[in-house]
């Protein structure tokens, strides 16, 4: 059984910073990637970055690079986020996934955390 933890969300003006932390339990190892998901109201909830079990590879979607950065370090995965804007306000969620090439669908998430909310202003 997989848990997943996200913390870090808060309010912030456009151009600052946040660092998000998804504390994980259990076999995540397992699994293909890690990743972080947003949904703003209204929205569909939609990838933001992914990173492969073994920490060898990343992927981001367009509106985030340059900006967002993914890491894990033991069983926790981050995602920094800098020059934040309007549109970046969202809940963002924790996933694990199997498919590496799929990373950015939800529907092909398996374990899903409860999320935290950003806000950027």
């Known amino acids: 059984h997989v848990q997943l933890v996200e913390s870090g969300g808060g309010s912030v003006q456009a151009g600052g910073s946040l660092r998000l932390s998804c504390d994980t339990s259990g076999d995540t190892y397992s699994r293909t990637c890690m990743g972080w998901f947003r949904q703003a109201p209204g929205k569909e909830r939609e990838g933001v970055a992914a990173?492969?079990?073994?920490?060898?590879n990343w992927q981001y979607a367009d509106f985030v690079k340059g900006r967002f950065t993914i890491s894990r370090e033991g069983p926790t995965i981050y995602l920094q986020m800098n020059n934040l804007e309007p549109d970046d306000t969202a809940v963002y969620y924790c996933?694990?996934?199997?498919?590496?090439?799929?990373?950015?669908?939800?529907?092909?998430?398996?374990?899903w955390g409860h999320g935290t909310q950003v806000t950027v202003s």
């Open positions: 996933a694990t996934s199997t498919h590496w090439g799929k990373w950015s669908i939800p529907s092909f998430a398996e374990y």
């Open positions: 990173v492969s079990s073994g920490n060898f």
